[in-house]
């Protein structure tokens, strides 16, 4: 166990985020007729709303990963806590 903390340790450490979701154009869900100018402004942020929400992505993952290094490093810890009253030790941390 001791190998993932070390392994999770030595990925890039995210700074703590708040990730917030991008809300999809309305006018990819508006029904009518566009003009050509109304739509290439749809695409043009259709376009950006992606490029946002790619960005949330990573940042729910880069804060999932963390989260998952901070558990492993408590449990590691545990680990060692428990293997050290285990072997009838004195002083366990």
Do not use: N
């Not at 392994?7 to 029904?31: D, M, N, R």
């Not at 003009?35 to 790619?54: G, N, V």
């Not at 880069?62 to 009838?88: K, N």
């Amino acid at each position: 166990m001791a190998a993932l903390a070390v392994l999770l340790a030595s990925a890039p450490a995210a700074a703590a985020a708040y990730c917030v979701e991008p809300t999809k154009p309305f006018c990819a869900t508006a029904f009518g007729d566009r003009s050509p100018s109304e739509a290439a402004r749809c695409i043009t942020a259709l376009k950006r709303f992606l490029t946002a929400y790619e960005a949330y992505t990573k940042c729910r993952i880069d804060d999932a990963q963390q989260d998952l290094r901070d558990t492993a490093y408590s449990v590691d810890s545990d680990i060692d806590r428990m293997e050290c009253e285990a072997a009838g030790k004195d002083f366990c941390f």
